[in-house]
């Protein structure tokens, strides 16, 4: 008799065939899920260190904003006392 005709006659054998076929089924499931989370893992890791290059950037926006800003207000404030210097002596040659 072969195995596959003593495991349709055997309850004991047909149960085992059972097991080792849940067991496989169990192991491919176990494995898929390992990789799922190793890869969740990644991407996860990649995130947070693209986070982190992204708020470094940003921070180093922000400081170079504010320097432009002061820059900006500075040159303005120039040019505003040059403009009242200029309209001061224009002033003064009509008179």
Do not use: C, F, H, Y
């Amino acid at each position: 008799m072969t195995r596959r005709k003593a495991a349709k006659n055997d309850p004991a054998l047909r149960q085992l065939a059972q097991l080792r076929k849940t067991v496989k089924e169990l192991r491919v499931k176990l494995e898929r899920e390992t990789k799922a989370r190793k890869i969740e893992a990644r991407v996860k890791s990649e995130a947070q260190k693209a986070r982190a290059q992204l708020a470094s950037q940003i921070s180093t926006l922000r400081d170079q904003g504010r320097k432009l800003a002061t820059n900006l207000k500075s040159a303005l404030g120039d040019a505003g006392k040059r403009d009242a210097r200029v309209s001061r002596r224009s002033q003064k040659s009509r008179s």
